[in-house]
């Protein structure tokens, strides 16, 4: 039903930024909560950005806060998450997720739908 693709990762310095983008499919698109996840190697899947339906409302974890910024196309149907001040601790890999049922914050959301990742390394 829902069908993302991710693109945009790749190896950065310390202090660069990177755009990460997300092509999604499906005609539900536009009343789907989105989010960004990360995961590194041996620990668990960390939520890191989230936007509701209509973009008007997005969610960030302090880890992130003040330097990634989500944004949503409804019309192209594309997700972005724009990252700055770059750090070796945000080195993962990026998912893009759709939710199925949305929470009162894209952050509490359920995310059913998942891209397949795109690996982003940032040196010190």
């Known amino acids: 039903q829902v069908h993302l693709v991710e693109s945009g990762g790749g190896l950065v310095q310390t202090g660069d930024s990177l755009r990460l983008s997300c092509a999604a499919s499906?005609?539900?698109?536009?009343?789907?909560?989105m989010g960004w996840f990360r995961q590194v190697s041996g620990k668990e899947r960390e939520f890191v950005a989230g936007?509701?339906?209509?973009?008007?409302?997005?969610d960030y974890p302090d880890s992130v806060k003040g330097r990634f910024t989500v944004s949503r196309d409804n019309v192209k149907t594309m997700v972005y998450l724009q990252m700055s001040s770059l750090k070796p601790e945000d080195t993962a890999v990026y998912y893009c997720?759709?939710?199925?049922?949305?929470?009162?914050?894209?952050?509490?959301?359920?995310?059913?739908?998942w891209g397949q990742g795109t690996q982003v390394t940032v040196s010190s």
């Open positions: 936007i509701d339906y209509s973009g008007g409302s997005t």
């Open positions: 997720a759709a939710a199925s049922i949305p929470g009162v914050t894209p952050s509490r959301s359920r995310y059913n739908y």
């Open positions: 499906g005609r539900t698109f536009s009343s789907r909560a």
